[in-house]
């Protein structure tokens, strides 16, 4: 059973940064495909960035200046840092791991408001 182990998320003022993490319990280079996903309320859960096995990554179009994904194997963690945020950042945010199926963290809120 993989355990993965969110954390990061928070409340911070427009214009701010955060940076999420994400811990799994098992060697993260045995997944080809890690990402983050969010979702607000009342919306469908939407990918923000994604990265593969070999370090290549890929953001939604409308994050891509603002967000960065990345990820450290020897600690078992992904990361998402996000700055100038807005209060359309608002969301839960998961972390997200594909081998043979789907992995999801618990989620965690990020709030952006004054």
């Known amino acids: 059973q993989v355990q993965i182990v969110e954390s990061g998320g928070g409340l911070v003022e427009p214009g701010g940064s955060l940076r999420l993490s994400c811990v799994f319990s098992?060697?993260?280079?045995?997944?080809?495909?890690m990402g983050w996903y969010r979702q607000a309320p009342g919306e469908q859960r939407d990918l923000v960035a994604a990265i593969t096995g070999d370090g290549s990554t890929n953001y939604a179009n409308a994050d891509k200046d603002r967000f960065t994904i990345s990820k450290d194997s020897a600690k078992n963690a992904m990361y998402l840092q996000m700055n100038s945020l807005k209060p359309e950042d608002t969301a839960v945010y998961y972390c997200n791991a594909f081998h043979e199926r789907f992995y999801w963290g618990q989620g965690m809120q990020v709030t952006v408001s004054p």
């Open positions: 098992i060697s993260i280079e045995t997944f080809p495909l």
